[in-house]
Nanobody, 124 residues
Framework: QVQLVESGGGLVQAGGSLRLSCTAS????????MGWFRQAPGKEREFVAG????????YYADFVKGRFTISRDNAKNTVYLQMNSLKSEDTAIYYC?????????????????WGQGARVTVSS
């Protein structure tokens, strides 16, 4: 059973940056597409970004394009989310997600395992 542990959340001013990390244990990390989702207060969880198994392709929700970058280091079993130009509306709990194999992760139904979440608060 895979375990995903996020780190790097916190409080940042609008316009600032944060980097989230998610380290996996159990399983073969490079066999899986990885992604990030978020859930803002009072809203449903939504897709943020995804990356294919060896990192050759990345894809993003429109609302983070040009501001967020997803990457991975398979040697460290870790996926990252670099968040720049943060806005107050980016305030949410961010969840690391492992797909069900090499299929793209864009919806909750595509996710096989979830991390516990990392809180990001952006003050205006």
């Amino acid at each position: 059973q895979v375990q995903l542990v996020e780190s790097g959340g916190g409080l940042v001013q609008a316009g600032g940056s944060l980097r989230l990390s998610c380290t996996a244990s159990g399983g073969v990390f490079s066999n899986y597409v990885m992604g990030w989702f978020r859930q803002a207060p009072g809203k449903e969880r939504e897709f943020v970004a995804g990356i294919t198994d060896y990192g050759r392709s990345t894809y993003y929700a429109d609302f983070v394009k040009g501001r967020f970058t997803i990457s991975r280091d398979n040697a460290k079993n870790t996926v990252y989310l670099q968040m720049n130009s943060l806005k107050s509306e980016d305030t949410a709990i961010y969840y690391c997600a492992q797909g069900r194999g090499r299929s793209l992760v864009t919806a909750e139904t595509d996710v096989g395992s979830w991390g516990q979440g990392a809180r990001v608060t952006v003050s205006s």
